[in-house]
C-alpha cells in the first residue's frame, strides 16, 4: 500500500484545512430537509442495531467536523472517524477529547483506514465517493471491514450525470453557477468553465481535484447499487433534489428533480 497520498487527497486537505468552513461550503449541512432525511436514516439503522445487540460500533470516513458523527453518538453509536484533513481530525481530536465512545484517525493517504481492524457494525460515508477516483473498488474493500450483519450508509454524492433528466442537469448547474457568485474568486471559477465546456480536465488543477465529481460525470449509483447487492441481503438506493442555495433547495425540493443519492445497505452476508 503507498505511504504517499494521492493528488486528490492532497488537494482535498489543502482545500479544508484550518479555518474551513464546512457548513457554508456543504449543501448537506447547511439545509434542515437534507439534515433532518439523514439524522432519522442514521438513527433507523443505529437503534435496528442496538435492538440486536448491545452495541453499535460504527466506522465513520471522511467526518468533516463532525456534523453526522453527533447524529451517531447521540442515537448510542460508538464511532472511529477517520479524516484526509489534518486540519479537520485535529478539530475532531478537539472536539471529542475525553470521550471514550469516539475515535478520531488522521488517514494520511486516504488509504490508511483499510489498515484497521475489520470490526464494525456500520460503515457511514457522508458526501465521499464523489472524491475518490476508484469508488466501486473503495466500497468493496469497506464491505469487508464489517462484521456479518453490518450495514453500509452513504449519502450526499452526485447522480451520475447522463442519467439525470435533461431538466435537472439544467437546474442543478444553473443553481450551482448563480451560488458561485457570491463565493468569490470570479477570475478562476470562470477559467474553470470555459475548459470543463471545452471538455478539458486537469489531474493537477485543484478545482478539477477537489470536485473530482465533474471528470468522471458524477458516481454511478446503480454501479454501486449492483455492487452491494452481492455483499449484502437488502439495498436501498434512494434519489433527492440537493443544491448549495438554500432559496434554490426549498424552490426544487418538491419540483420532484433529483439530482443527488444515497444507498442503505442492510445485513451484510458472512465473508467467503
Not at 436514516?41 to 467526518?63: S, Y
Not at 433527492?240 to 424552490?251: A, I, K, V
Request: glycine letters at 8%; a negative charge.
Amino acid at each position: 500500500m503507498s505511504e504517499e497520498p494521492s493528488s486528490v487527497v492532497v488537494s482535498q486537505n489543502e482545500a479544508h484545512g484550518e479555518g474551513h468552513d464546512y457548513v457554508k461550503g456543504s449543501p448537506h449541512l447547511r439545509h434542515d430537509v437534507l439534515r433532518t432525511m439523514i439524522e432519522g436514516q442514521l438513527k433507523t439503522l443505529v437503534e435496528e442495531t442496538l435492538a440486536r445487540q448491545d452495541t453499535c460500533r460504527v466506522l465513520e470516513i471522511g467526518a468533516g467536523h463532525g456534523t453526522f458523527t453527533e447524529f451517531l453518538l447521540q442515537a448510542g453509536a460508538s464511532v472511529t472517524v477517520t479524516e484526509a484533513s489534518q486540519a479537520s481530525a485535529e478539530e475532531l481530536k478537539r472536539r471529542y477529547a475525553g470521550r471514550d465512545d469516539v475515535e478520531v484517525f488522521f488517514d494520511l493517504t486516504g488509504e490508511s483506514v483499510f489498515d484497521l481492524e475489520p470490526t464494525y457494525d456500520a460503515v457511514v460515508c457522508a458526501s465521499l465517493l464523489h472524491h475518490i477516483p476508484d469508488y466501486l473498488g473503495f466500497v468493496r474493500r469497506l464491505a469487508g471491514m464489517l462484521t456479518s450483519g453490518g450495514w453500509f450508509y452513504s449519502v450526499q454524492d452526485p447522480m451520475y450525470y447522463p442519467r439525470r433528466s435533461r431538466m435537472a442537469h439544467i437546474a442543478g448547474r444553473g443553481t450551482y453557477y448563480i451560488w458561485r457568485l457570491g463565493q468569490g474568486a470570479f477570475r478562476r471559477g470562470l477559467a474553470t468553465r470555459v475548459r470543463r465546456l471545452r471538455g478539458t480536465y486537469s489531474d493537477t488543477e485543484p478545482s478539477d481535484l477537489v470536485e473530482y465529481h465533474v471528470v468522471r460525470q458524477g458516481v454511478d449509483e446503480q454501479a454501486l447499487e449492483q455492487q452491494l447487492q452481492e455483499d449484502f441481503s437488502a439495498v436501498e438506493l434512494f434519489t433527492y433534489w440537493s443544491t448549495q442555495s438554500p432559496f434554490f433547495q426549498r424552490l426544487f425540493a418538491r419540483s420532484g428533480l433529483h439530482s443527488d443519492f444515497g444507498l442503505i445497505a442492510r445485513d451484510r452476508r458472512p465473508a467467503q
